[in-house]
């Protein structure tokens, strides 16, 4: 059991999120048996995996006297959306910081999806080009709002720092709580992995559980190398932070960048198979930058056969539908 009660945090989230099984997605795929974890319901703004970080994150902050969140992510960041709506819950400002990292894509992606979301909670959006200093640009923000008389909290991209990985690492032990109960051994989790908070946090809590199991990261904007090195990073300083205890040796890290595609945020072939696949079996909805791109990951990996026929393998719905709508000129139409 893992203690996280003298971390201060703020309850906001739908937890325990349902595990489900996806009986005919995974009869389709012919085995392993296959579990959808659904953070996309984890309620703040229709959901996703940042509500779970955001609420240790935003515990923080508001200890910290916090008058205003700053944080910064892609055009239709999902992060953000919810960071805009922790800031709303308890009377926040947010200040916005979005990085124009997609082209090619239609009108909708400046004014749909996660940017309406953005701006409905009234969340101050400042678009910059891709290439920008982020890190400098939210310290720049931070010191106009120090200037104002107000008290910035700066949460970075993803929310991913040891702070936003404590959500996950609840989370690790929430799947193996449900799995016992409901008589299942989990060998595997898949997911989409971008920041890094969500695949770290996971494997610091299994190592704090003494737990086995093996976590997938598809990264959906960067080298596997890359994303490796980011994630054994910070679940070694969130272990660090959660201190010493019983645990096995952190898990191995297992990343994948065969889906990204052209780029961040652009469309594939096999995302689109995969999010109407999920879609017309399973009634799942999915979007095309982050839990499309990871279920294409999912599915290769079982064609490949890297895992066993009689395994059980948790696929982490992160969330994302809003962006869905930004995409609607790419949707593929027979």
Known sequence: MIDLSRFPRVPFCHTPTPLEPALRLSASLGGPRLLIKRDD????????NKARKLEFLVGEALGRGATTLITAGGVQSNHVRQTA????????????ILVDRVPHRGPAYTSSGNVLL?????????????????????RSVAAEVRAAGGVPYVIPIGGSNPVGALGYVDCAQEITTQATAMGE???????ASGSSGTQAGLIAGLAALSSDIVVHGVSIDQTS?????????LAQRTLELLGPGPRNSTPPVRTYDAFVGEAYGQPTTAMWGALERAARMEALILDPVYTGKAMAGLMELVRQGTFDHNDTVVFLHTGGAPGIFAYEEAFPRA
């Open 41 to 48: 319901a984890t309620g703040l703004a229709l959901g996703g």
């Open 85 to 96: 709506a922790a800031a709303a819950r308890h009377g926040l400002r947010c200040e916005a």
């Open 118 to 138: 953005i701006s409905l909670l009234d969340a101050r959006m400042r678009t910059v080009p891709a290439g920008t200093d982020v890190e400098a640009a939210l």
């Open 185 to 191: 051994r989990v060998g595997h989790i898949v997911h």
């Open 225 to 233: 190398a890359a994303l490796k090195a980011r994630v054994e990073d």
